[in-house]
T-cell receptor
Framework: KAGVTQTPRYLIKTRGQQVTLSCSPI?????VSWYQQTPGQGLQFLFE???????NKGNFPGRFSGRQFSNSRSEMNVSTLELGDSALYLC??????????????FGNGTRLTVT | AQSVTQLGSHVSVSEGALVLLRCNYS??????LFWYVQYPNQGLQLLLK??????LVKGINGFEAEFKKSETSFHLTKPSAHMSDAAEYFC??????????FGAGTILRVKS
């Protein structure tokens, strides 16, 4: 079974631009979560989608948004990029909505560099 | 609120020595706890999880962890370190749905 796939692996953008990152979960998984990883702040939760509905949202500005499609694939968008948005963005999928024992499975991430 | 504290941002052991990575959690309800490992330029790989039941949890690559409610701890151990264990390790607690709260991470160095 294929794992969580994130595209692209690397991105370089300029301040003020916007970016869209894509995540394909493991087949059959309905929950997709996004995390930001930086050396200073560590791993921080962005948001979670389950069956196309956002269930949880972290403490990030409204420039960070996401969505989930009917096939469970997810995208996250960051508008008006700032230097501080440079990070590794990780997507994770899970079989259930968190009430059971299914763990999160992570992709290899998208490395975003904002110049 | 649930949070996780990992003691020691860097741990160095010799090959063949015991690995002990410390994790303490704070939670008002019985927690779901996880250990993940991250190799350079990769995502997170699940090592093991504690949900309910047996407090000694065995994971992949010879790692195990023991849930101790009285000490609010979930330390990760491996009897004999291997060079391939060098990586960064994260302890995490599940907080609502599939939201994980992670510790700051511990970088494990294995000396030959």
């Amino acid at each position: 079974k294929a794992g969580v796939t994130q595209t692209p692996r690397y991105l370089i953008k300029t301040r003020g631009q916007q970016v869209t990152l894509s995540c394909s979960p493991i087949s059959g998984h309905r929950s997709v979560s996004w995390y930001q990883q930086t050396p200073g702040q560590g791993l921080q939760f962005l948001f979670e989608y389950f069956s196309e509905t956002q269930r949880n949202k972290g403490n990030f500005p409204g420039r960070f948004s996401g969505r989930q499609f009917s096939n469970s694939r997810s995208e996250m968008n960051v508008s008006t990029l700032e230097l501080g948005d440079s990070a590794l963005y990780l997507c994770a999928s899970s079989l259930d909505g968190g009430g059971g024992n299914s763990p999160l499975h992570f992709g290899n991430g998208t490395r975003l560099t904002v110049t | 609120a649930q949070s996780v504290t990992q003691l020691g941002s860097h741990v160095s052991v010799s090959e063949g020595a015991l690995v002990l990575l410390r994790c303490n959690y704070s939670s008002s309800v019985p927690p779901y706890l996880f250990w993940y490992v991250q190799y350079p330029n990769q995502g997170l790989q699940l090592l093991l999880k504690y949900t309910t039941g047996a407090t000694l949890v065995k994971g992949i690559n010879g790692f195990e962890a023991e849930f101790k409610k009285s000490e609010t701890s979930f330390h990760l151990t491996k009897p004999s370190a291997h060079m391939s264990d060098a990586a960064e390790y994260f302890c995490a607690v599940r907080r609502g749905g599939n939201k994980l709260v992670f510790g700051a991470g511990t970088i494990l160095r294995v000396k030959s």
